[in-house]
């Protein structure tokens, strides 16, 4: 009889080059597709949707990242704070950074 299939997880791979930003999504299977904004997960369909309505390519990195957050927050169980978010960024410098949980709490706090 057949095997059981294993889980697959799918991924957003983030980057900056010399030509600007990349965001792809990698699935199982091995296919990628490149976006401008994606969501992935539970409830990803809100949080999608409400990226395709509010994302624009003018965005500076303060509008960026609080326009993430809202879309977060379309999909989230609970109370979203500092303590159960992460918010990563790479930018023109091309270093991948951790937002700081004080800097996280200003972001929450003005949704």
Request: cysteine-free; overall charge negative; charged content about 25%.
């Amino acid at each position: 009889s057949g095997g059981v299939r294993p889980f697959g997880v799918s991924l957003l791979v983030a980057g900056f080059d010399d030509e600007g930003p990349h965001l792809y999504q990698v699935d199982p299977s091995g296919s990628y597709w490149a976006w401008r904004a994606a969501a992935l997960g539970r409830n990803y369909l809100n949080a999608r949707t409400f990226l395709e309505k509010n994302y624009t390519e003018e965005m500076d990195l303060e509008d960026a990242i609080h326009t993430a957050l809202e879309a977060l927050k379309e999909g989230f169980d609970g109370a979203m704070d500092a303590h159960n978010i992460e918010v990563g960024v790479v930018d023109e410098t091309m270093v991948f950074r951790v937002l700081d949980p004080a800097v996280l709490r200003e972001y929450v706090e003005n949704l």
